[in-house]
Every structure is written in structure tokens, then in C-alpha cells.
């Protein structure tokens, strides 16, 4: 019987210290968030950046191991590499300016350029598409670029080409830089918007230092 009674106050002891302990110091990372992948939805004041490299000449072929520097306007500098499918995902903190330089494979820096863009961390989502021109690729001095439509609305899963107008007409083709800010949806290098959430955003072109944008709307299906 003593031995019962012993028991029960040991284990009552025991809930008791882990109850003060949980209630103290919490209740580890699964609870505090530290489990969440870092972009998930609840966290606020901050920005999922997808940066997606590829060949400028053949945008299907990803450029893995590409090496993307990402620097704050506070200075701070963020490091990384593509993966296999050219991909590069960061959490940044909302609202900053900042410059992203994309350095091409080692084993390719002879055959891609360096590149450097900028973008503001202004959605809570922000798919980045970067073409990597070659080294043969020749400059051209533009003075305007513009996006049509300069508006859209569609549904979910639905699709819409965006055309880009530049002056004066190049001797070649240019793929820009495209971006979709508010995580409703993707865009192709050949800027073919495809809409996968509802919500209104951005998808905005940009060669250089010139840019364009056009307002989203995506609705429900």
C-alpha cells in the first residue's frame, strides 16, 4: 500500500515539474513555429522569394548550381545556389530593396554572363524568372519598354499571354526578366501568365534598367 502511495506522488511530482517546465520555456518547435517551413502563410513581415535561372537562348534547359548573392539595402548578403531544376527559394524581410547577382556554373562561366537585377520584397510571394544570356550575346540600347495587357482577370487555371513592346526594335529577341508578385500564379519566358490562386498581383517585365507591369486579378473557378 505504501508503496502505491509512494508511486502515485512520484508520478504526480513528475507531471507537475513537466507542467511548470512547458508553461515556462514552451513547448519546443513544433509549437513555436520553428517546425513551419519558412514562407508558410502564418509568418508575417516576410517574402518567399522562387528564383527560377535559365538559358536565355533555350529556356527550357534550368541552370543548377548557378550562384545567386542576394544583398539587402541594409547590407546584409544572402548566399545560395540553384538546385537541379535552376530553382533558388528564400524567406527576406517585407519591403526592402534588393539586388540579386546570378553567376553562372563554374564549369560554364566562360560560356553565360554575369547578371544583376534588382526587385522590392513588396508580396508575400514572389516568383522571379531569370534568363541568362550568353557571352556572344550582344547589348542593345533601349529607351522604352511596355507590357500589354496593362490589366488582366481571369480564373484559376486559366492562362493569358502577355506581350512585350520595346523601342527601338531589336535585331534580335530579348527575353526580360519576368516576376509575379502576390503568389497568384507563374509566368513563362515567353510571358504566358498561368494563374494558380485567386487574389490580385503584379507580373512585371523588366530589361535592364527598364520596367513594366500589369495588374492581375485572379478569381475563384
Known amino acids: 500500500m505504501k508503496q502505491m ?7 504526480l511530482l513528475l507531471w507537475l515539474i513537466l507542467t511548470i517546465s512547458l508553461l515556462l520555456f514552451g513547448c519546443g518547435s513544433d509549437l ?3 517546425s ?3 514562407g508558410n502563410p502564418g509568418q508575417q513581415n516576410q517574402t518567399r522569394l522562387v528564383v527560377t535561372v535559365v538559358d536565355e537562348n533555350d529556356p527550357s534547359v534550368p541552370l543548377a548550381d548557378a550562384e545567386i548573392e542576394i544583398t539587402l539595402d541594409d547590407g546584409r548578403k544572402i548566399l545560395g545556389k540553384t538546385d537541379v531544376s ?4 528564400v524567406d527576406l524581410p517585407s519591403n526592402r530593396q534588393c539586388t540579386i547577382k546570378v553567376r553562372p556554373p563554374k564549369e560554364f562561366f566562360a560560356l553565360y554572363q554575369e547578371l ?7 508580396a508575400g510571394e514572389i516568383w522571379l524568372l531569370i534568363p541568362v544570356s550568353r557571352k556572344d550575346t550582344i547589348a542593345h540600347d533601349l529607351f522604352e519598354l511596355q507590357i500589354l495587357p496593362k490589366e488582366a482577370e481571369l480564373k484559376v487555371r486559366e492562362s493569358i499571354q502577355f506581350q512585350v513592346q520595346l ?3 531589336p535585331q534580335r529577341p530579348i527575353r526580360p526578366v519576368w516576376s509575379v508578385h502576390g503568389g497568384i500564379g507563374i509566368v ?3 510571358g504566358l501568365f498561368i494563374a494558380t490562386r485567386p487574389g490580385q498581383g503584379i507580373v512585371r517585365v523588366r530589361i535592364g534598367n527598364l520596367s513594366a507591369e500589369a495588374i492581375v486579378t485572379v478569381l475563384p473557378e
Not at 5 to 11: D, E, G, P
Not at 86 to 89: E, L, Q
Not at 116 to 122: E, L, M, Q, R, W
Open 5 to 11: 502511495v509512494w508511486f502515485i506522488q512520484t508520478f
Open 32 to 34: 513555436t513555429g520553428g
Open 36 to 38: 513551419i517551413p519558412p
Open 86 to 89: 535552376g530553382r533558388f527559394v
Open 116 to 122: 544583376v537585377d534588382n526587385f522590392i520584397t513588396d
Open 167 to 169: 523601342r527601338p526594335l
Open 188 to 190: 513563362t519566358p515567353d
